[in-house]
Every structure is written in C-alpha cells, then in structure tokens.
C-alpha cells in the first residue's frame, strides 16, 4: 500500500482528489482506490523537548511548580536532542502510526520547501518508519500541476540536506532562545522576560534605529532657483557656489535670490544641450512573497502575515497561484509552453480583455531558468476553487496582472533632456512623456513611483535663445525616513545589505543573505508586535518603550543584523551540502556559550514589555498598570504592587513569582511572605 502523508488536511485532500480509485473517507484519512491512502498531519505534530527536560531533577521550582531559571544549568546544550508529541496531534498520530504498519511505499507530501521537508521526515523518524520514501514536489494544486507532479516522485533521500537545514534552523533557534533569553532574564533587576531570538532580535534592532534616526532627525531648509523659458528649468548645484553646505544643499535664502535675480536681469537662456530620445521599459518581474507583500502594504495596508495567509489561500484553498513562499520572481524557461493554457484559463475567470491583448509567444526577462531558485515566482495557474473573500480576491486581482503584464509588449516613452546656460549658471529640465502603453495598460497606466503629468518640452537645438518669462525659488525641507510599514521592514529583512555600513560586509551580504527566511518574516513581525517590543499605528510599525530598552541592553553582536544574516547563509550551505547539520550546530554552540558568559557580566534593568489586548504585562484599555514595589529579597528583582478582591494591596514576584502582604506600619514595605500564593 502507497501512503502519502500531508502536511496539513487540505494538502492532503488536493493529492486525494486527483489520484485515481474510488474515494473513500476515515477518521484522519483518504483511501482513493485498493492499495492508495492520503493522511495528514497538522502542522508539525511532534516538537522539541522544554529546557527543563534536559536539566538535572535536583534545579529547584517556583511556586508554580517550574525549575527556577539559573546560570548553574546555563547553557543547557542536550546530549540527544528529543522530540515530542504535541497533545492536540496524539489521535492523528496514532493514525499515521496505524496506517505506516500497512504501508510499503510512503511519499512525503510536505509543503515544497525546508520546513515542509522536516514536518514530515521527523514523523517517519519519531515512528520508526525504515521503508522506502518518496518525495512530491507540489508547485501549484490545481489538476494539471498536480497530475504531473504525482506522475515525478522522487527519492525522499535526495532531499536530505534540506531536511537537514530545517534540523539545524530549528536547532538553531531553540540553543539561542531558550538558553539566552534565560541567560539574560536572570541577569535583569527588572521586571520583564529579556526575549531573545536568532532573528526577532535584530529585526527589532532594525526598527529601533529607524525610530530614532527619525526623532533625532533634524529638518533643513533649502531652496532651488528656477527659470521659465517656455518650460520650467531648476538650476544646477555647485558644490562651491556661495550658500551650498557641506551635503550639497543651497541652504542660504539670499544666495537662492540672487541667482533668480541674476537670471531675470540676463533675461534669456541658451540651450547648452537637448536630447529627446524614446525609451523602453519592460513590465516588471514577478513576485516573490516579499515583493507581494511590500506591493499588499502599500496598496491595500495589509499586514505581512495578512498577505501570506491570502497567497496560501490561493494556494492550498482556491488550487488559483503557485506556491507563495518563494524568494524568487522569475519563471523556468521550460514552462513557457504552458502560458497560452494559463492565459484561457484566466480568460473564463474574468479577465478575457486583458488577455485579448496579450500575446503567449512573448518571452520577457521573467523567464530566465538560471535564475530560478527552489521555487519560481508566484503566479496564477489560469484555474479557480471556490469564492474567496474580497481580501483574497484583491490580493489575486494583483498577482493576475502582474502575470498578463509580462506578454505586453514594453512601455515606450520619450526621455527628453534640456540645459540652458543662463547668467552663466546651468539650468536643467527632463520629462518623461509616454509614446506606448505597452504593458502599463494592464494597471490602466497608473504609475505610483511618477508625480504628476510631466511638463511638456518642444523641440529644441544647441545654441538656440529662449527668452526668459519668469524666476521663481522653490522653499524646500529635508525630510526623516519614513517609518517601517510591514511591507517596507519585509523588504529590509530581505535586503539586509542596505543597512550595513561596512562596506565589505555590504558586498558580501548584497543579493545573497538576508533576515530570515520568505516563510518566516510575517512571523517573525508578529511574534515581536504579541510581545510587544514593536507597536502598530496605522500602517506603521514602531518600536515600544520595551523594545528599544531591549536593544540597548543587550550585545552588539545579538542585534547585528550582520551575524544573523550570515547564520541564514550557512543554513542555505546546509541545504546544498556544503556545510554539515553537525558543523552548523557545533558553530551555534560554540556562540551561545560564549554569549551566556557575557550576560553574567551585565546588569541590566527592563521592564515588562506592555502587549496589545491587555494581556499580562499590559495595561490593556482602560486598565491601569501595577506600580513598582519593593526589590524581592530572593532574586533581587522589583516586586509589583496588585490588588486584592477585598480591595486591600499585595506584593508580586515578578521573577521567583513569591508574595507578599504589606507592612503593618509601613505599606510601602514587604510585610509577611505568603506561602505557595502567586
């Protein structure tokens, strides 16, 4: 018996659907035919083991029955690592256990990446399957893409190194978070957890120096002298013109008054040089989810983990677009052949005048096979399952077009360029003017990156005389960077290498590394807005009180977004070969160990980061947040102030939880410790 074991119920009810055999439905199966069954998992349905299993029985427990967070046990590196069975998986995994005692060939039906890989194999292994495997590769779930790739299993083993990065990212977290978060929490007089993570932690510091280049960022005023001669010119700066600063800015009022005044009494300009030539400009390449979401956030402010959710929708629900978690935006050369039947099929959905004008002969630069990764661009696959949602259906409208775009032909404008010599300064004028819609028609011309329609520049040659109409100086001011949005900070995690100054670090980062992975960014925000180090206002994303006393306490070496960056190349090194999953770890240790050296030297003191919906440790709406008390006299850690259901006040722990009544002649002291209460 064939079984195919899916990452999650709608994976495996998509392979179900299209293998031959009458179907037939069980308890957390499919059987499709005699000898083909389709199971699935949730998720990953085993995980790593907690800190305190690998730590000796004799640590001592809080008052809630936990082992007290120590350096004696730090860093807790396990001899073996061990897995366990999530409690809400236990009846689907004792039927992938039943099912694998009947089976002779299992396929893997992970999602086509690393984690995918991993979610399934470490199944097999917690299982003790020693059997045969295979492996399917679902780029897309609609029939066709399904059929072919049921019709291409490949060997399971084959796809061992990408397991094995999986294995060591997990690793890789787990040493780095639960070790330094412990390290440096113990470390803290405050009363908050110092959550540190191999990724959460420079993201944050990413945000936190955006947010305050913006608040130490000091306005300049400038100014920019023009002429109309018929079109309106803006002068060339000097570097050594009187009123130009050191960054190249005409910051001096009279100096821009004089030039204006010089210009006006020349009263004509000659044309130094005129240039007008038509240009072409291909449609854009396709998404990758980064580029999908950065697109999402600034068209429709959806959040990174809102446009991922919609792009597997139309993955897994609506069979509609490929595979969403890829970080490339090309197309195999190979599968051009299959544009016409994606183009009839986007035909019926709706969009037959868009695709009347495109032309499936037409090759692109999308299609470039020698840079196509694991994973090719998100595109649709010309089919439909079901309605979707109006957010999907926005989120789909905008990867269609971006596919019809690419067999448009070019966008053609003209590029015209004048300067004129006036009161022997330079003044320049350019326009864009477009000649051909090419594949701009399909956004119905709407240029977001273009301001207004240009002005219009006649013909012109060198040497001619133009008379002067009118000056003008233009009052300008330098403006702060604009603060992170999801789709922005997504875009930053990608390309880390724009943030680096080192600029040998810089090349080498350029293009190749970058803050996480396309699968886990959207996450990664989340994770820091539920713990509240990043807020949301509006579209923007800015860092809390909590997140930047977080960044400035700890090493520079855990918020560099360098390092990080370099961990994610090594993890891509363990996918291709070229680094053993025992190297990587080994490497992991060797840094975690020298970390929690360096925390039991500091001292730092951070509060609770307050998280959105009042949960512990915030305010929530209309809540007021518990004072600070006196220092516990155990772990040296400030106490809260709470109240009571009697209305009287008591003193909480934060750290060891132990509780405390007031002082019978001072309540602003500890009275008599209460026992077990927290």
Known sequence: ??????????????????????????????????????????????????????????????????????????????????????????????????????????????????????????????????????????????????????????????????????????????????????????????????????????????????????????????????????????????????????????????????????????????????????????????????????????????????????????????????YPRTDCRYLPEEQHGEAGRVLAGLAKLGHADLVKGADAKRKSAIWNTGKVTAHHAIIPTGAMQGSMSPVIAKVYEIIVRSYLAQFYSPYVYRATKVVLACAAEDWKATANVPVSAGWKAVYGMIDEEEDDAPQPIPTLQKGQSLPVQAVDVQAKQTKPPSRFTDGSLIEAMSNIHKFIEDEEAKKKLKETSGLGTEATRANTIETLLTRGFLERKGKQIISSQAGRALVHALPTELTDPVLTARWEDALAGVAEGRVSLADFEALQRKFVARMVETAKSMNLSIGEAQKPGGGQGSPGKGRVPPKAGPMCPSCKKATVALKMKSGGVFYKCEGCQSCWGTDKQDAKKLGQKWGQKS
Not at 16 to 26: F, I, R, V
Not at 73 to 101: G, H, N, S, T, Y
Not at 280 to 301: D, M, T, W, Y
Request: with cysteine; glycine share 8%.
């Open 1 to 322: 018996m064939k079984l195919y074991i899916a990452e999650k119920p709608s994976l495996g009810k998509g392979i179900a659907e299209y293998l031959p055999g009458t179907k037939s439905k069980g308890s957390g199966y499919i059987q499709c035919g005699s000898d083909t069954m389709v199971t699935w998992c949730f998720g990953h349905i085993f995980e790593q083991e907690d800190p305190d299993f690998y730590t000796p029985d004799t640590v001592p427990v809080n008052p809630k029955g936990k082992k007290k967070w120590r350096f004696e046990e730090l860093p807790i590196f396990p001899e073996q690592w061990q897995r366990r069975a999530k409690e809400d998986a236990k009846k689907q995994i004792k039927v992938i256990r039943d099912l694998l005692k009947k089976a002779t060939v299992v396929v893997n039906a992970g999602d086509p990446d690393r984690e995918g890989q991993l979610l399934v194999d470490e199944v097999l292994e917690e299982l003790g399957w020693k059997g045969k495997t295979e492996r399917i590769w679902l780029a897309a779930l609609d029939e066709q893409s399904v059929k072919k790739a049921l019709g291409n299993l490949k060997d399971n083993h084959d796809y061992r190194n990408l397991r094995d990065s999986a294995e060591a990212r997990s690793r890789a977290d787990w040493l780095m978070g639960m070790n330094l978060t412990r390290a440096f929490t113990v470390r803290n007089s405050g009363s908050g957890t110092v959550s540190v993570g191999r990724v959460q932690t420079p993201t944050l510091a990413l945000v936190v120096a955006r947010d305050e280049k913006i608040e130490k960022f000091q306005p300049k005023d400038y100014f920019v002298p023009r002429i109309h001669a018929g079109f309106w010119a803006a002068w060339e700066l000097r570097e050594n013109a009187p009123g130009v600063d050191g960054e190249g800015y005409l910051t001096d009022r009279k100096a821009a008054d004089a030039l204006m005044a010089k210009a006006q009494s020349e009263g004509k300009a000659t044309v130094k040089d005129y240039s007008s030539t038509e240009k072409s400009q291909q449609a854009p390449l396709g998404f990758s989810l980064a580029e999908l979401q950065k697109v999402c956030s600034a068209r429709l402010g959806m959040s990174a983990q809102q446009v991922l959710d919609a792009a597997q929708a139309l993955y897994e629900e609506h069979k509609a677009t490929t």
